[in-house]
């Protein structure tokens, strides 16, 4: 099981996707709302061949190595969920411990989201295709804000993950490939991520702190 992917609303689609191909991330699909229809506006078009029209994008998914972000337009920049790459074995087993826990489990033919207390999600993907065949960019943590009303160690039980550290603001879930590090904040919010291999950093334009070391 793979940390791969992360999605956000925000009003900077736009300006999201020229931050993401700035760090190699390659566009894979553009989906969007025009004249109220949804339709494609995917690769090879570019911003220019669309500029001046009032496309609402629903999604746009980029992919480096391993990783997967997806992002589309809202009113304002807002977290909406992670994604983990699984085997059958593994979906089966945290579906299970979803209904234990009491969390709502929303089955799809292409992906199913398990609903946590925070209102953030976590998709479980079974399909590979999703992430390149290339063994770089490989998510090694996230680090993410929520109210601590439930805790999270509760993630470590759905996902069957070490709880690595913990005190009153600062709980860390994971074990030896990845983490997610959850800190105590008034409302959820993405906060970080940091990848193997790349050798950048910065903010993107949602205000998530993107983080890469150069060793694979």
Known sequence: MNLFHYHHWTPKVKEMESYYQQLGFRTISRVGRLDGEMQPFNPPLSWDDFKGKDIAFRIIEMV???TNVTFG????DMFDHI???????????IAGRAAELGWAVNEGERRTFISTPWTFRIELQRRSDVVSEEQ????QKMEIGVPFTEHPRSV??????????EDES???VGYDRWSLIFTKADDRRFNAVHFS?????????AGVRVEATDKN
């Open 136 to 139: 770089h960019t490989v998510i």
């Open 197 to 205: 291999g790349g050798g950048f950093e910065g903010v993107d334009p």
């Open 64 to 66: 480096k190595g391993q």
């Open 83 to 93: 994604g983990v790459l699984l085997n059958e074995e593994e979906y089966s087993a």
């Open 170 to 172: 600062r709980v860390t």
């Open 156 to 165: 470590a039980r759905l996902l069957n993950l070490d709880v690595l550290h």
């Open 73 to 76: 337009q809202g009113k304002r």
